[in-house]
């Protein structure tokens, strides 16, 4: 498997640090809010990496944090007259909700900043000791940018250009103005912990990725992603400071996503074209986000509207209609046994997850592995339409379709569908009066059971096929 690193910039064959076992980690939300549109990206397209490391059959320890102490929490918060764990909680819970929605499997482990602080705390004393950072008079803890000759090495910006454009704000007592805290000062009426260097506060941004990494991944891990935002300066910064403590590679594999845009516009709040996932999953559906997101490169960008919500709503509907029929076929055709034509039809349908399997082993290209797909479904919506064909043949039809829909995380909500008995009886009257060449009342009967049950009934060779009517 190839992927793209940000770090050389090129293609790389992905080597574990330990055969068969990948390290994990993934920035997660800063939680004090649903997470929006654009959150949605990263957290779809590297649950879906992971998705495809255990179907090769690797173990995979994931991480992805949540960032529960933050200006932005403390800040609503006080605005809603509570403490910050109150909010860190309640967004916390609604994460859950919108992931679960999206198909995203929970992390190994999901830390909070709040819960690893006493690493946090360990390593900005091991910066202080060794030289990397030092306390500034007003008790805020600094990381010497300089002390890292390779600073920039992740962006490819060189040290002297990203000096240029540096500034020191007001109130900040750095020694460079490219230092950055690590460290915050205690503030009146925010939460603060203790320290070993008597600088009594709360950590940075930067600095509890670092400690969340090295606690539960250890010092070098296979890959670290995010959106393409992060790289500077928060990916630099996690560098920076953890190959300054460990002294060691921090991680081989850099993965970015590409960025989303809003009808071809930056998302923002004063355009008024900032989305919550949960108000976008109420109008077209989680799962069809979840589509959206998979139907381009994820390095590159991906344009959010209407129109591309449409498609990719109609081609998840395309899929769940041919699993719906495969499903429906399993419940009318026989046979434990398929015919040798069969048994040639399924060997050449293996072609399909070959061509999903380089699609995604370079550089993840769900795009490609999708077209496999529907390659798939219209190859399999041609070969079951013979009545004679047996049920196991539909069966390994069925089972090549959802294996590799299920790394994808789509058509996860295929269920079979209970009738009841009244509904039954309706469609058995509607059989007898097509029988008897009175299609006036099969027409009235079918009718009734799209306007009153909400049930679309569809005639095929095996019997009538039935299914609810989308909203």
């Keep these: 498997m190839k992927l793209y690193n940000s770090m050389t910039r090129k293609k790389e064959e992905f080597v574990p640090l330990e055969p068969g076992k990948v390290k994990m980690y993934s920035c997660g939300p800063t939680v004090y ?67 679960k929605g999206l198909g995203i499997h929970p992390a190994t482990v999901h830390p909070r900043a709040t819960e690893t602080m006493d690493a946090i705390i360990d390593i900005v004393k091991t910066l202080i000791d060794n030289g990397h950072a030092y306390v500034a008079a007003n008790g805020d803890v600094y990381f010497r940018t300089k002390s890292f000759p390779e600073y920039g090495k992740l962006s490819h910006q060189p040290l002297d250009e990203l000096q240029a454009g540096a500034r020191i704000s007001v109130g900040e007592q750095k020694e460079d103005p490219m230092d950055f805290a690590i460290w915050k000062a205690a503030k009146p009426g925010e939460p603060s912990w203790d320290t070993p260097w008597g600088s009594k506060g709360r950590p940075g941004w930067h600095i509890e990725c670092s400690a969340m990494v090295n606690k539960y991944l250890g010092k070098t891990i296979d890959i670290h992603s995010g959106g393409k935002d992060l790289i500077f ?9 953890s190959e300054c403590a460990n002294g060691c590679t921090f991680a081989n594999y850099w993965l970015h996503n590409g960025f989303l845009t809003i009808d071809n516009e930056k998302m923002s709040k004063s355009k008024g074209n900032f989305f919550m996932v949960r108000d976008a999953a109420k109008v077209y559906g989680y799962e069809t986000i979840r589509m959206f997101m998979l139907s381009g490169h994820y390095r590159s960008p991906i344009n959010y509207s209407e129109e591309s919500l449409i498609m990719a709503k109609n081609a998840l509907t395309r899929l769940y209609t041919a699993a719906e029929n495969l499903q429906f076929l399993l419940d009318h055709q026989t046979g434990d046994t398929m015919t040798a034509d069969e048994q040639a039809k399924v060997q050449h349908l293996q072609q399909y997850r070959q061509k999903f399997m380089d ?7 769900t795009a490609d592995a999708l077209a496999a797909i529907f390659e798939l479904v219209r190859e399999i919506n041609t070969e079951v339409k013979d009545p004679a064909c047996t049920h196991a043949f539909v069966q390994a039809c069925f089972d090549l379709m959802m294996e590799l829909c299920g790394v994808l995380g789509l058509v996860d909500h295929l269920e079979k569908k209970d009738i009841d008995s009244e509904v039954e009886e309706l469609i058995a009257q509607r059989a007898a009066a097509k029988k008897a060449k009175n299609f006036a009342e099969a027409d009235r009967i079918r009718d009734y059971l799209l306007n009153e049950k909400g049930i679309v009934i569809k005639d095929t060779r095996q019997g009538t096929q039935w299914s609810y009517k989308e909203d």
Aim: hydrophobic residues 35%.
């Design 233 to 241: 300066p928060h990916h630099e910064n996690e560098i920076a400071q």
């Design 359 to 365: 699609a995604m082993d370079d550089d993840l290209n």
């Design 33 to 99: 809010n649903y997470f929006h549109i654009g959150n949605a990206r990263p957290f779809i397209i590297f649950d879906t990496l992971r998705r495809y490391f255990e179907y090769r059959g690797y173990d995979v320890k994931f991480v992805q944090n949540f960032t529960d102490i933050d200006d932005k929490v403390i800040k609503k918060a006080n605005e809603e007259g509570v403490t910050y764990d109150v909010i860190a909680d309640r967004y916390i819970k609604e994460y859950f909700v919108d992931a």
